[in-house]
């Protein structure tokens, strides 16, 4: 398979940084990942100490706001969004072929804190199969390159 640039999209930057942590934990050197999301966010430790629970850190991660030009460089545009709660951005026409969509519950919606504590850990543990499986979905994925 030749290298493929995954671009994990979220509303805010905790889903797609967390998706970035399970990809990088997979070691796939024809992988080049980035997270993006539509907004900046608070710095929330959440997903962080989520993520410590499996020995991934990503802590130092840092996402980059959504650029027409890192969609277009993409091979494939993995957009983690809540289908109930949230909305897909906007994105060029082109990402239109190369988009897969992930509907993950979003925790910022729990107010209350062990809900949300639960639901971060939750959707680390659904990242992981997704992510598990994405190699999958990038075989069959059409490259626009």
Known sequence: MKNK????LSPV??????AEG??????????????TSCMNADYDVLPVEA???VNINIES????????????EADVVVAIYDFQRDSLPALP??????ILRWNIPNPVYYEKMPE???AYQI??????VKIKELEKELIMAPSSK
Not at 123 to 128: G, I, R, S
């Open 5 to 8: 640039t995954i671009l994990f």
């Open 13 to 18: 930057n905790h889903l797609s940084m967390m």
């Open 22 to 35: 399970w990809a990088t934990r997979l070691n796939k050197p024809s992988w080049n990942v980035i997270s």
């Open 51 to 53: 993520m410590k629970e």
């Open 61 to 72: 991660q840092t996402p980059h706001s959504l650029k027409p030009h890192l969609v277009h």
């Open 93 to 98: 026409d082109e990402a239109g072929r190369k």
């Open 116 to 118: 949300r504590w639960a």
């Open 123 to 128: 959707v680390c543990d659904e990242l992981a």
